[in-house]
């Protein structure tokens, strides 16, 4: 299994600014995921963080909307930039484990990052 | 795109089984059936995944039809702390941009 701790759990922000959020797991891991689960609404994929290279983003999200950064196989960022209401939302960071029989391709979730833009 | 359909809501007395079907028509062959919960503010937590064969684990079973076209997931004794929104997601390898979560099932267990 993993443990992954996010920073914040929570802010409010004002239009117009930029939140980094921090993403931290207990192991090293290959694969780290950004999800937003905007108010009422399922999860949706934003991006995949990958070690020493660019992240690979889904359709609707860009590099200079959401940076991300991953440093290592333990930790990485998301930025919400030159944010609006609109982006009021929770910020996941998930990871897949691989390899073992028993959590063939599971993912686990951290338990987020509530975000309020005013 | 969704490949599942599920309730959009439930009920389930405390200590009863709760029964969450789930459809997915579609699924092919190498492809998994995962089931997922999220509890209100919390991360999804994985709950269970099968290909062909019913699975038991210390949370809930899974039941998967022969022609594989629709699960159930059976949590036998439901709690309180079992009220959530269930996600029945099919998938195959790796990589996040396969675990596509649709609506779910929202699941309130009742006292």
């Known amino acids: 299994s993993a443990v992954i701790s996010q920073k914040p759990s929570r802010d409010i922000c004002q239009r117009g600014t930029s939140l980094t959020i921090q993403c931290q797991v207990d192991?090293?891991?290959?694969?780290m995921f950004w999800y937003r689960q905007q108010p009422g609404q399922s999860l949706t994929l934003i991006a995949t963080?990958?070690?020493?290279?660019?992240?690979?983003?889904e359709s609707g999200f860009v590099i200079d909307k959401f940076p991300i950064s991953r440093p290592n196989l333990t930790f990485s960022t998301l930025t919400v930039s030159n944010m609006s209401p609109e982006d009021s939302s929770i910020y996941l960071c998930s990871v897949e484990i691989l390899g073992t029989a028993r959590y063939y391709n599971e993912q686990f979730f951290g338990p987020g990052t509530r975000l309020t833009v005013l | 795109d969704a490949k599942t359909t599920q309730p959009t809501s439930m009920d389930c007395a405390e200590g009863r089984a709760a029964n969450l079907p789930c459809n997915h028509s579609?699924?092919?062959?190498?492809?998994?059936v995962y089931w997922y919960r999220q509890i209100h503010s919390q991360g999804p937590q994985y709950i269970i995944h099968g290909l062909k064969n019913n699975e038991t684990n210390e949370m809930a079973s899974l039941i998967i039809t022969e022609d594989r076209k629709s699960s159930t997931l059976i949590l036998p004794h439901a709690t309180l702390r079992d009220t959530a929104v269930y996600y029945c997601i099919v998938r195959v390898g790796t990589g996040a941009n396969n675990l596509f979560f649709g609506t779910g099932t929202r699941l309130t267990v009742i006292p």
């Open positions: 963080a990958n070690q020493g290279s660019e992240a690979t983003y």
């Open positions: 192991s090293q891991v290959t694969m």
């Open positions: 579609t699924i092919s062959g190498n492809e998994y």
